[in-house]
């Protein structure tokens, strides 16, 4: 038998965890485990994660042309190959490698998954495409799920929320993300580690002391001193929490649905006088990662496992200064890191979602001290999930009290009710929400006087 040629074992993971994503709902980052790219060799791990993530991302624009290459639709059991030719035509739109050399890689990985006779199949569905290919490319874009490549609902859900920004919204979220990461300024400063780092075109982000922008991903191991904890890996959005939240010494701090700790940390970061701070989760599996996190930058905290709608199953009874509630919510703010997103949610997530978040806020608000600060956050673009919620806490919780936000924050729009939101991509920032509220100190009681 003729041995598979050198690369359709990459290949055949990354079509492995798009069948994983497309046709089981699964997480990508996970589907990839499961595909097995750490059995892989060190040196084709990179290139088969980046045919999963760029597969998925554009296979509502690669299904659209399979449909048009056949005369008929696969079989039930033979989807696995729908996403290896997905993983093809992926790397023949995108890849430097020579197009002969991308189709028989993909037509070897056939075999690697156990359809080989398939193989002339996938060859004839490829080669067509080298050779109609922009006729189908415009064929496909006729579809606004295959231009915008989101979901028909969801382009219609940002296009309702945000209808000046919403093509921006869509394009920023087809493009890969910079790599962002958080220099630990208890230990360094910002320039200084940047004199460290051999990267070319990094920058630091104007209003986020700590963020630094890499324009190419690079292996953690190369980031000077990550192993000592001088750097993490955070977008700029999402750092912008502990500056809001502004945490002061020998405060109590809780950091609610905390794992895998990137928020934790940098609360920790930013105010190491904190009198405590508690990171609540309910998956214990997540918090090791948090814990993991905790022990290389070489900072502590108080750890539980529990639900944060249910305090009375965890809580001691003692009232927070700061509360950080970075709720579950759609995650429509970080499609462009997660590409999975747009296929793992459905219409019907969203008022499930937003009543989630309405429940947790209220759980956690007496569990805030008078006078103290709650921050609402989420990575989600959708005003259902954000100001609504926001809007209806503060009309409903009678000593609650919103305090306004700096402006000026990486991709912030003021188009919004309450909070602010940062759309992805304005400042290659990720999208996130967020509104501060404080608790309205109780009146003194009025003594009556008599003569």
């Known amino acids: 038998m003729t041995r598979p040629r050198t690369g359709s074992m990459p290949r055949a993971v990354a079509a ?4 994983a ?3 089981g709902g699964r997480n990508l980052d996970r589907a990839l485990e499961n595909a097995g790219i750490d059995t892989l060799d060190e040196r084709d791990r990179p290139l088969a994660s980046a045919l999963a993530y760029g597969a998925v991302r554009n296979h509502l624009s690669n299904q659209r042309i399979i449909d048009s290459l056949t005369d008929r ?14 993983v093809g035509l992926y790397a023949l739109r995108e890849s430097r490698r020579p197009d002969y050399a991308v189709v028989s890689a993909t037509v070897d990985a056939a075999t690697r998954l156990k359809r080989p006779q398939l193989k002339g199949v996938v060859n004839a569905l490829l080669r067509r495409f080298l050779r109609e290919r922009e006729a189908l490319l415009t064929a496909a874009e006729s579809s606004p799920e295959s231009q915008w490549l989101h979901p028909t609902w969801l382009i219609d859900a940002i296009r309702d929320d945000w209808p000046d920004d919403w093509e921006q919204i869509l394009t920023a979220a087809n493009t890969q993300a910079p790599m962002w990461l958080r220099v630990n300024l208890n230990r360094t400063t910002r320039a200084d580690w ?4 051999a990267s070319v075109g990094a920058h630091a982000a104007e209003r986020v002391p700590s963020a630094v922008c890499l324009p190419e991903p690079v292996p953690v191991s190369e980031l000077p001193g990550f192993a000592a904890g001088d750097c993490s890996v955070q977008d700029v959005a999402s750092q912008a929490a502990a500056l809001l939240l502004d945490p002061q010494p020998g405060m109590r701090v809780l950091d609610a649905c905390a794992a895998p700790g990137g928020k934790a940390g940098h609360l920790l970061e930013y105010c190491p006088q904190l009198a405590e701070l508690v990171a ?8 090791q990662r948090l814990e993991e996190n905790m022990l290389r930058l070489q900072l502590s905290c108080s750890v539980k496992v529990g639900d944060a709608a249910t305090p009375e199953d965890w809580w001691d009874g003692t009232q927070f200064d700061r509360i950080l509630l970075d709720a579950p919510c759609s995650a429509t703010g970080v499609i462009r890191r997660h590409p999975d997103i747009r296929f793992l949610r459905q219409p019907e997530d969203v008022a499930r979602l937003a009543a989630l978040q309405s429940n947790l806020l209220r759980a956690l608000w007496n569990l805030l001290k008078p006078g103290g600060w709650l921050l609402y956050s989420t ?11 926001v809007a209806d806490f503060l009309r409903t919780i009678g000593d609650a009290d919103e305090r306004p936000l700096p402006s000026g924050l990486p991709g912030a729009t003021t188009d919004t009710g309450h909070g602010v939101q940062l759309l992805p991509g304005r400042d290659d920032n990720d999208g996130f929400y967020y509104a501060l509220m404080q608790r309205r100190a109780a009146e003194p ?7």
Request: charged content about 35%; aromatic content about 2%; proline content about 2%.
């Open 16 to 19: 492995l965890a798009v069948d």
């Open 21 to 23: 994503v497309i046709s």
């Open 73 to 86: 639709p696969f079989r039930k059991r033979d989807h696995i190959i729908v996403a290896l030719i997905s």
């Open 194 to 197: 940047l004199a460290r780092l």
């Open 280 to 287: 609540l989760d309910e998956s214990a599996s997540r918090l």
């Open 379 to 389: 990575c989600s673009l959708l005003r259902a999930e954000n100001e609504a919620v």
């Open 445 to 451: 009681e009025k003594t009556e006087v008599r003569d």
